[in-house]
């Protein structure tokens, strides 16, 4: 019995043994600690010399009491100041012992722009300074504009041809660029082929104003001529309060002309019957079609407006009227080419079917 105890003892030592042979170990496996970082924004302006702040989101993961070194570089010199949330230990200006484990910090890096317009990367990187890692990095891009403020000034219309007396309206924009804000002083000079007395002038609607940053603002200019004359307008916004050093400029022309009458030239056909008939009436000035303010069209059996198809067309607005059935008030206006129509006992006028074209000194 005691034999056969022994037996099975050392049986069953050898099972053991060999389970134990045949069994693999597997130990937790070392994740390798990692380092992200995103910048915003993504672009910015700023002037010359103005501070300007980025703001970094560093996470980490599998961090283990390890030193991260922060550095940011462009094409200009950038040696500004780092802070971090949540707070960190420091151990040198650029330098910040993290928590163990996963983790995301809010990094955010002040300094001042260069003093010089430029356009530039800026590239904000993240290294373990010990190389216990491999020095694992993490980086992160944005763009920057440098640029000095400044004006634009546009004007409408570039050019213009009024009779004597009469006067040329322009409408004058400025335009702030890069944060330019502050008060307008406006201003012009004429330059005329003519110096005869008396001198042409001219007015602004307002002699000051004010313009936010990157925004506009509007101004009306008037000139009058007295007598025959070509000039060219140079119009000027000044920087109120000199905070700039700052004026902007544009040009606008004035042709202005001894008055011409206009001419009928034609009505055709000169006669027509039956319950529909398209006319076509040309006129024209020696100066330009352009001078041309109204045209009067008369379809009757004598020149009276009254009982009558009597038309009034003003170029400038693009508007035709209809004298009523009594020949003493015109319609509302309408503009030709668009749907609809203008009616009296006498005719019927189709506006979709009524087009004008201007050419030179014709209007028909």
């Not at 005869?196 to 609607?205: I, Q, R």
């Not at 307002?206 to 940053?213: D, K, L, Q, R």
């Amino acid at each position: 019995m005691k034999g056969s105890r022994a037996i099975r003892e050392r049986r069953l030592a050898g099972v053991a043994l060999w389970l134990c042979a045949g069994l693999t170990f597997v130990g937790a496996a070392h994740a390798q600690p990692g380092l992200t970082l995103s910048v915003s924004p993504s672009s910015q302006t700023v002037q010359p010399n103005q501070g300007y702040t980025f703001t970094l989101t560093l996470t980490t993961s599998s961090w283990n009491y390890d030193a991260v070194a922060l550095t940011a570089s462009s094409c200009f010199y950038m040696g500004g100041t780092w802070s971090i949330t949540p707070v960190a230990t420091m151990l040198a200006s650029n330098q910040f012992r993290l928590a163990y484990g996963n983790n995301t910090y809010t990094i955010t890096y002040t300094d001042y722009a260069p003093t010089s317009n430029t356009t530039c990367n800026v590239s904000f990187a993240a290294q373990d300074t010990n190389g216990n890692y491999f020095y694992v990095t993490a980086s992160a891009t944005a763009s920057m504009i440098v640029a000095s403020p400044y004006l634009t000034m546009s004007v409408s219309p570039p050019s213009q041809a009024v009779d004597t007396n009469q006067s040329a309206a322009f409408t004058v924009t400025v335009t702030s660029h890069f944060g330019w804000q502050g008060s307008l002083i406006f201003d012009y000079t004429p330059s005329c082929s003519s110096t005869a007395y008396p001198y042409p002038s001219g007015t602004w609607g307002s002699s000051t104003g004010y313009i936010t940053p990157n925004g506009t603002s509007s101004n009306t200019f008037t000139f009058v001529g007295v007598s025959p004359n070509v000039c060219t307008l140079s119009l000027y916004a000044h920087d109120a309060n000199n905070y700039y050093g700052y004026s902007v400029g544009a040009t606008a022309y004035v042709t202005i002309v001894t008055p011409q009458p206009p001419v009928n030239v034609s009505v055709s056909p000169a006669s027509g019957n039956g319950g529909s008939q398209t006319f076509a009436f040309t006129s024209s000035n020696a100066n330009g079609a352009q001078f041309i303010s109204s045209m009067y069209m008369l379809i009757n059996y004598g020149v009276d407006g009254a009982g009558a198809c009597y038309l009034q067309y003003s170029p400038p607005t693009n508007v035709i009227y209809l004298m009523n059935d009594q020949g003493n008030a015109w319609s509302a206006g309408k503009s030709l080419g668009t749907a609809g129509t203008l009616a009296n006992s006498q005719c019927q006028l189709n506006l979709a079917a009524s087009s004008v074209s201007m050419s030179g000194n014709v209007i028909e």
